[in-house]
């Protein structure tokens, strides 16, 4: 059956976002930069709370990291106090608190952080905040917007578009959609594709809502994937094609999916031609992780996290893979495990190399 599926998009909550650019990490030493951080340089603070906050030079520790984005913060460092913000906001190394997250960003946006009004915003209008009028989130999304930040000029958009805490104006919602797309925001063309599908003050226009769909789809969103799917079942805009619009939509299932995707592992085979190599012995491969054999730390790691020879464990399975290195599977796991989960590994990490350095 063929239909328009079209839906508003709501922006999706994300309070810590990627990981800043460090300047001097990447070419001084653990040593070097704590040497630094000990004697009060703010910079070297704030950049070791992001080497442990990432595990970039050493071991993701949240615990390390609060402590060295404080000391950056009560130097005045503006980055530091936002990181500091995500930490409380997200619960990561410390029990959540919302209320602190919000008083820390609102700190740093009154000082001219344009992401941390941003955030702001979200964090009235998503009612994580509940002494704040949602109606005065829209005045922290201006400010940012108005500085350029993409983010809040589709946050912007989407509240124009309902109505629900302001009056509808579909004039300055698409006004907003444009600003954004214009840096490709990916929500922001899909929801101009809306407006333009439905005629939402605006002439109805297939053709122009089929190209934002795409522009949206080509840059991962997947709304506009199955938006654009639509139109290719329909002919809305585009020549009909069940072929093509089968196509987007499976990539739009696909892109959904992924978060939710098995964590991708060396499969069963090369675990146990690694273990035949020590011998299939399970205390050798301890041995030479306990020794510091990257490469035994990352296979142990695997091992816990779902191999054959040892029971599934996520905590083992992340402080070996933290001591090994291997950031991008850490990372991926750490997704699946919960605070309480991750606190204990990087503790375990922590007194295992305290150990070490005895």
């Known amino acids: 059956m ?36 000990r004697q009060g340089d703010s910079t070297a603070q704030y950049e070791l709370g992001l080497a442990y906050h990432h595990g970039q030079i050493t071991l993701q520790d949240f615990t390390l990291a609060k402590y060295w984005y404080e000391a950056a913060a009560d130097s005045g460092n503006l980055d530091a106090k936002v990181q500091l ?57 201006r400010k940012a917007a108005k500085q350029g930040w993409a983010d809040s000029q589709a946050a912007l958009g989407v509240i124009y578009h309902q109505g629900e805490i302001t009056p509808q104006n579909l004039e300055l ?47 991962g969103f997947s709304r506009a994937m199955t938006n654009l799917g639509v139109m290719y079942d329909n002919g809305f805009g585009v020549p009909q094609s069940d072929e093509i619009a089968i196509k987007w939509y499976q990539k739009a299932t696909e892109q959904s999916r992924k978060s939710r995707t098995a964590i991708a592992l060396p499969n069963a085979a090369q675990l146990n031609s690694y273990l035949e190599s020590i011998n299939s012995d399970l205390s050798v491969l301890k041995k030479r992780a306990n020794r510091g054999e990257k490469t035994a730390q990352y296979i142990l790691g695997n091992l816990y996290l779902k191999g054959p020879g040892v029971p599934q464990d996520y905590v083992l399975a992340y402080h070996w893979l933290n001591l090994s ?19 204990e590994a990087q503790t375990r990490s922590r007194n295992w190399l305290t150990e070490r350095r005895r």
């Open 2 to 37: 063929k239909r328009v599926q079209a839906a508003i998009l709501l922006l999706g909550l994300c309070l810590i976002g990627p990981a800043p650019a460090i300047s001097q990490t990447q070419t001084v030493t653990l040593d070097e930069l704590s040497q630094s951080a």
């Open 325 to 343: 290195g291997d950031n991008e599977l850490r990372d991926e796991l750490m997704d699946r495990m919960t605070k309480d989960q991750l606190n």
């Open 85 to 141: 913000a995500g930490l409380h906001a997200e619960g990561l190394g410390i029990d959540q608190d919302y209320q602190l997250a919000f008083k820390l960003y609102k700190q740093a946006a009154e000082k001219g952080h344009v992401q941390s009004a941003h955030i702001v915003g979200t964090m009235i209008e998503t009612g994580l905040v509940t002494d704040a009028h949602p109606d005065s989130a829209i005045d922290w999304y």
């Open 173 to 219: 919602a698409r006004e907003w959609y444009e600003k954004a797309a214009a840096q490709d925001n990916p929500q922001a063309l899909n929801n101009l594709g809306i407006l333009y599908t439905e005629a939402l003050g605006v002439a109805r226009d297939y053709e122009k809502a089929a190209e934002y769909y795409q522009r949206s789809a080509d840059l």
